[in-house]
């Protein structure tokens, strides 16, 4: 059998005297009064706690078990054929986070309107500077002249820095891009 209804609580349970900890609702059918307590599978590989009022599928098994899986959490659709989003939400149904699997390969983490820069091909481009190696000796050799006009005014007044560039700090292992 096959129904709908509202989820009115959710909790984490030993489903049936099972062992295991599982996401357990409780469902009120939409067609009548019938309170259920169901299994929440939101899909495999996915772990995700819905709230209270969002809408749901029921298949049950029998009239003891059932499983409830996703129909409705109310947040308007806002995603092009072929694509998927992942997200989280709060009980007023704002996203709060989200990643968008775009249909064209790109991937949006909580927006679209800045870019990713990559670490190797920061790195890349900073030792090119200027048909350099880091630190960039162009930079390095334009103090130098400077140096040298100022020591022609006047001696020992001034001896130009080294410039250096150090960017190992903004390489992240828990985010990989290919």
Same mark, same amino acid.
């Given at each position: 059998?096959?129904?709908?209804?509202?989820?009115?609580?959710? *909790?984490?349970?030993?489903?049936?005297?099972? *062992?295991?900890?599982?996401?357990?609702?409780?469902?009120?059918?939409?067609?009548?009064?019938?309170?259920?307590?169901?299994?929440?599978?939101?899909?495999?590989?996915?772990?995700?706690?819905?709230?209270?009022?969002?809408?749901?599928?029921?298949?049950?098994?029998?009239?003891?078990?059932?499983?409830?899986? +996703?129909?409705?959490?109310?947040? +308007?659709?806002?995603?092009?054929?072929?694509?998927?989003?992942?997200?989280?939400?709060?009980?007023?149904?704002?996203?709060? +986070?989200?990643?968008?699997?775009?249909?064209?390969?790109? /991937?949006?983490?909580?927006?679209?309107?800045?870019? /990713?820069?990559?670490?190797?091909?920061?790195?890349?481009?900073?030792?090119?500077?200027?048909? +350099?190696?880091?630190?960039?000796?162009?930079?390095?050799?334009?103090?130098?002249?400077?140096?040298?006009?100022?020591?022609?005014?006047?001696?020992?007044?001034?001896?130009?820095?080294?410039?250096?560039?150090?960017?190992?700090?903004?390489?992240?292992?828990?985010? *990989?891009?290919?």
């Amino acid at each position: 059998m096959v129904d709908y209804g509202t989820v009115t609580s959710v *909790k984490i349970d030993n489903f049936l005297g099972s *062992k295991d900890q599982y996401i357990v609702v409780e469902v009120q059918l939409t067609d009548d009064q019938d309170m259920v307590s169901c299994l929440w599978l939101p899909g495999a590989g996915r772990q995700q706690y819905p709230w209270k009022g969002d809408l749901v599928s029921l298949v049950f098994a029998n009239q003891n078990w059932g499983i409830a899986v +996703a129909a409705s959490d109310h947040i +308007a659709v806002d995603i092009g054929q072929g694509e998927q989003k992942i997200y989280s939400y709060d009980e007023s149904r704002t996203i709060r +986070a989200f990643i968008n699997l775009l249909a064209d390969g790109v /991937l949006e983490f909580n927006g679209n309107s800045k870019s /990713l820069v990559t670490y190797a091909e920061l790195v890349q481009g900073l030792s090119n500077y200027n048909g +350099a190696a880091l630190p960039p000796t162009g930079v390095q050799g334009e103090f130098a002249k400077i140096a040298i006009v100022l020591q022609s005014l006047a001696p020992g007044s001034y001896t130009p820095g080294v410039l250096s560039v150090d960017i190992s700090a903004a390489e992240t292992s828990t985010i *990989k891009v290919g």
